[in-house]
């Protein structure tokens, strides 16, 4: 039987209107969008369907969108495709969060002010430091680690073969940059990000996560949740707050917990939230696995009828 395991959105696949779909179209949906206003004291609804665009790719307020849309998709995809069921969930970066509460780890509004924390003290660490971050197309895992440790930056995405990302100072991404091309790689890709996620640079961020951790209630998972700086499922509670804690600073290993799914029977992989980069990802690590994706009305249709459910 075909095992199946739900895929949250990370950081970056904001994009304004999203959500609005499904909040005009399903009382559902929009109940959890004013659910998740009245929770963390402003409009965010307003943010993620009409912007303006630089105020969403605020840290602080996309990490909060992304996982209320993300959210959405999950809780009508189990509305609308009652048959459905899931035996792991991951998510990326922020996605973890996502993934957590989807799997009973966090209750939705504590998620939702904890990435909206999270998003704030990174912002913090951001200001506080000059980063950057850039993808690196076409050159492998190891050729890429000795561009970093020659650059002194640090290897901050493995998403799929060919392409992975580095962050650090950003005089020193320059110039990873310029070693990473002279090495072979096809592109390097400056990303529009505020700093250097997943890096040293935001240590300051660490501790303030930590304390924000210790307020709430996490539980054990109800199906397996992978731990992005692992690439493995995630333990029992208190190792997932380490967890969580660690990957401000860690690298993700997206790659390597996607191939822990393979490797364990999963073959339908269903993308929830804005865009579909992780279906990307998931088509350059294994073309033969089912890839789904919900993120508006016409994807939630679209993958309600491959599940065997009504349109």
């Known amino acids: 039987m075909s095992k199946t395991a739900l895929l949250f959105a990370g950081q970056g696949a904001q994009t304004v209107g999203m959500g609005r779909d499904l909040a005009g179209q399903f009382p559902a949906a929009r109940d959890w969008f004013d659910r998740a206003n009245a929770a963390l004291g402003y409009d965010l609804a307003a943010l993620c ?132 091309r002279q090495a072979g790689a096809k592109r390097v890709v400056p990303l529009p990000v505020a700093g250097a996620y997943h890096s040293p640079l935001m240590r300051d961020a660490a501790p303030r996560l930590e304390a924000e951790l210790e307020r709430v209630q996490v539980r054990v998972p109800s199906v397996t949740v992978l731990a992005n700086v692992t690439g493995q499922p995630h333990g029992e509670p208190a190792s997932i707050c380490r967890r969580l804690v660690e990957q401000v600073t860690a690298p993700v290993l997206w790659e390597r917990g996607i191939r822990h799914l393979l490797a364990n029977g999963f073959t339908r992989f269903i993308e929830l939230g804005p865009g579909k980069a992780l279906s990307g990802f998931m088509k350059r690590i294994d073309r033969q696995a089912e890839v789904l994706n919900v993120g508006d009305v016409d994807s939630l249709a679209e993958t309600v009828r491959a599940l065997g459910g009504p349109a």
Not at 49 to 63: N, R
Not at 127 to 138: E, F, H, K, N, P
Not at 147 to 174: F, H, K, M, W, Y
Request: aromatic letters at 6%.
């Open 49 to 180: 369907f009409d912007g303006p665009e630089p105020e969403l790719t605020k840290t602080e307020h996309a990490q909060p969108g992304i996982y209320l849309v993300g959210w959405v998709a999950f809780r009508l995809l189990l509305e609308r495709a009652a048959s459905l069921r899931f035996e792991a969930v991951a998510g990326l970066s922020l996605g973890e969060f996502t993934a957590l509460a989807a799997a009973g780890v966090l209750d939705f509004e504590d998620g939702l002010r904890l990435v909206r924390a999270r998003g704030r003290f990174m912002q913090d660490a951001c200001d506080a430091t000059r980063g950057a971050m850039a993808a690196v197309i076409g050159l492998e895992e190891q050729p890429t680690r000795e561009v970093c440790e020659q650059a002194g930056v640090q290897l901050a995405n493995l998403n799929c073969p060919g392409q992975l990302v580095i962050s650090g100072e950003a005089d020193r991404i320059t110039h990873a940059g310029e070693l990473a």
